[in-house]
């Protein structure tokens, strides 16, 4: 870490240099409040980072629900109004996310940029993929080789007695693994090799490694410090590409459809290289892992932190197994349709997201062009501006949700057990009540496949193991991924977990 923070300090320098004499811009008439800040070039960035929730809490009483920043060099104007949301949300043609997102996973992690005309495809053709592969019907295969693999990482721990670990730690290796091998396939080819499942396990600890140095760095590259300043970092990511080379993937077993379709069509592309290729692909494991992990922690400990969420959710997990025919001395198996049906676990793994998730979402405008809120109110944005949004304030708001804070495990569910979609606002009734993915066009692809995998983690959980938390505090959330998705808990927290004692060899 100190390595980063010095690099850090160091772009900081550089960029106050560089911008110490530039203007601050003035308001127009018809924009909304503006705030340059006192720092030149930064603005708020400063203030903004440090807690994203108290900084726009206190402008929200200052200039109310519309107002613009300056942020690292940009004008960011917020929307805070729930009912605007949707305005900002349909406005497709003024509106551009993807300058954003590609400009951030550039930098991360490296690979090729395909607006480039050099490469003989675009990012249109490309992105459709995710739907085809990571929703509907293409869940059903998905579902299962999760579930098999969810369990034969659990089975490979063999703790069949009282083992004492932070359950970030234990959520991590589960679910990393799993997650990884589902999309990914297994690369059984190793096991030609005469110690074959160390090999396999050395394989899949340093593939974790690397995740985690590469993970916790994305902040702070994100925010600009250049790459080749983080060397640690640099040889992570091409460490991982290095595995993710096609003349590998292409010989795993079991790839999940998203990766084969994805191999093909990079194959086909002229001028790509087979390291950014591979660099894609670190891209994509990224995607998949970076807010499962967290979001899997807080489902798990939020279950465990309460008797309710845990009984009510070991009944629906013992109901399908007996509805199913189901022991848990041996495998066990829910499809996709059963798990639809387990609304206990789906809504604490709504709760766990409401209260975690930090997600920023940022449009940049293509055009000057005027903006209708709800309130009839217009406002002019400039071109080139951003406009936010800051989901965390609605799953925050005491109007909306009861005791916001707090952990209700049922909170997500109607008098029928089923899922609860009506939340009010001033008594009005509206639709972004819960927004962890994003929505509209940047709308994250994947969030039916990662709702899915959490579910069946807790599932299996309860079906294989005693737990018990031994401390019941609440980590605070560390704010430094605040805008980037699920945040994680300042540290870990220690519970006690074993295998049962029957399912002993059999899983
Ligand atoms: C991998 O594929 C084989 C053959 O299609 C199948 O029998 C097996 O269950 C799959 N494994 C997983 C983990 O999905
Ligand atoms: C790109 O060009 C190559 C070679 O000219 C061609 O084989 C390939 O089909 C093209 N790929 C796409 C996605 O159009
Ligand atoms: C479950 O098992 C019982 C007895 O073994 C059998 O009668 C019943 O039909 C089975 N139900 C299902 C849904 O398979
Ligand atoms: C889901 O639940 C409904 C009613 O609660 C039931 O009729 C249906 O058979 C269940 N589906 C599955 C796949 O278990």
């Known amino acids: 870490m100190a390595d980063l923070t010095v690099s850090l300090f160091f772009t900081l320098i550089v960029i106050v240099i560089c911008f110490l004499f530039l203007t601050k811009r003035k308001r127009l008439d018809g924009e909304p409040p503006l705030e340059n800040g006192w720092l030149p070039f930064i603005g708020v960035a400063l203030q903004f980072q440090r807690n994203p929730l108290e900084f726009l809490t206190s402008r929200k009483r200052r200039y109310g629900d519309a107002f613009t920043c300056r942020i690292a060099g940009k004008y960011f104007t917020f929307i805070l ?17 993807q300058k954003f997102a590609i400009a951030a996973s550039l930098k991360v992690f490296g690979h090729a940029d395909f607006s480039d005309p050099k490469y003989n495809i675009s990012y249109e053709e490309i992105h459709p993929i995710f739907r085809q592969t990571l929703q509907g019907a293409a869940l059903q295969p998905l579902t299962l080789s999760m579930m098999k693999n969810l369990q034969f990482v659990m089975q490979k721990s063999k703790a069949y007695d009282w083992t004492t670990e932070g359950v970030y730690s234990f959520a991590f290796k589960i679910m990393f693994e799993a997650g990884y091998l589902t999309l990914f396939g297994r690369n059984e080819y190793l096991l030609a090799e005469d110690n074959a499942e160390e090999a396999q396990e050395a394989w899949m600890t340093r593939i974790m490694d690397d995740f985690k140095v590469l993970d916790n760095a994305f902040p702070h590259i994100v925010a600009g410090v250049p790459i080749f300043l983080l060397w640690k970092v640099k040889a992570a990511r091409e460490d991982l590409a290095g595995k993710f080379l096609h003349e590998y993937l292409k010989k795993n077993t079991n790839l999940s459809e998203l990766i084969e379709k994805r191999i093909n069509i990079f194959d086909r592309i002229k001028n790509l290289d087979e390291v950014n290729k591979a660099r894609t692909h670190v891209a994509m494991l990224w995607a998949s892992q970076a807010n499962t992990l967290p979001a899997t922690f807080w489902s798990l400990f939020y279950m465990l932190r309460s008797p309710e969420a845990l009984r009510e959710a070991r009944k629906e997990v013992e109901q399908l197994l007996q509805d199913t025919n189901q022991s848990t001395e041996t495998q066990v198996c829910f499809t996709k349709d059963h798990l639809d049906n387990m609304t206990v676990l789906g809504s604490i793994i709504d709760e766990a997201l409401r209260l975690s998730s930090a997600s920023i979402m940022i449009r940049v405008a293509n055009e000057n062009f005027i903006l209708t809120l709800d309130s009839r109110e217009e406002i002019k944005i400039r071109k080139g501006d951003c406009i936010a949004l800051y989901p965390q304030m609605i799953h925050l708001d005491p109007e909306i949700y009861e005791d916001a804070k707090e952990f209700k495990y049922n909170r997500f569910l109607d008098e029928n057990g089923q899922r609860k979609t009506c939340f009010l606002k001033n008594g009005r ?12 066009i940047s709308e994250c692809p994947g969030r039916f496949f990662a709702v899915n995998e959490i579910k069946q983690f807790l599932a299996l959980i309860l079906c294989h193991y005693d737990l018990e938390l031994q401390n019941m505090d609440i980590p605070p959330l560390d704010n430094s991924r605040a805008g980037f998705g699920i945040l994680q808990p300042k540290y870990d927290v220690q519970f006690r977990y074993k295998l049962k004692r029957k399912n002993r060899e059999k899983l």
């Open 429 to 440: 009734k509206f639709k972004s009540f819960l927004l962890p993915f994003g929505a509209g």
């Open 81 to 97: 109004d729930p009912f605007s949301y949707n305005a900002v949300i349909r406005q497709g043609k003024n509106l551009n996310f």
